[in-house]
């Protein structure tokens, strides 16, 4: 395919005009980029009464970083806003906040064998 020399400044111009864009973009998704040890606390239900655990944020994606076998699904959109599903075996919770540069807070639910709730407290730490 040949591009037509009147496309060709308009395409270099409109890449040029959004990269800086991007690039914004990109860096507000990063900026909570890093490990953060999260603190879950129960306050309904049979579960645990807290835990403590590693979570890894990557290019705005959550992971689990612990040792053990949880599944974490989730993102940090680049306002702090927390969105995420953890789940294990059957047990599954739903997870909902907002981070800051360092710190965090936000709610859980669980659904399936336990019926439980409770916050979530996070600090960045690395």
């Known amino acids: 395919m ?3 020399p009147v ?5 270099c111009g409109a890449i040029i005009v959004c990269t800086p864009f991007a690039t914004a973009a990109f860096a507000q ?3 909570f980029d890093g490990t953060w040890s999260v603190e879950v606390v129960t306050q309904q239900g049979a579960c645990d009464r807290a835990y403590r655990y590693p979570v890894v944020v990557q290019r705005g ?6 040792p053990e076998k ?3 699904r989730g993102q940090v959109r680049p ?3 927390v969105s995420a599903e ?3 075996g059957q047990d599954k919770a739903s997870i909902r906040g907002r981070l800051s540069s360092n710190s965090g807070t936000g709610t859980w639910s669980t659904a399936g064998g336990r019926v439980c709730s ?4 996070a600090e960045k730490r690395g």
Not at 7 to 11: E, F, M, R, S, V
Request: proline residues 3%; charged residues 15%.
């Open 2 to 4: 040949k591009l037509s």
């Open 61 to 66: 994606l959550l992971q689990y970083g612990g």
């Open 7 to 11: 496309l060709i400044p308009w395409c």
């Open 70 to 72: 949880f599944d974490v």
């Open 29 to 31: 998704a990063t900026r």
């Open 79 to 81: 306002n702090g806003s």
């Open 118 to 121: 409770g916050q979530w407290n």
């Open 86 to 88: 953890i789940s294990r």
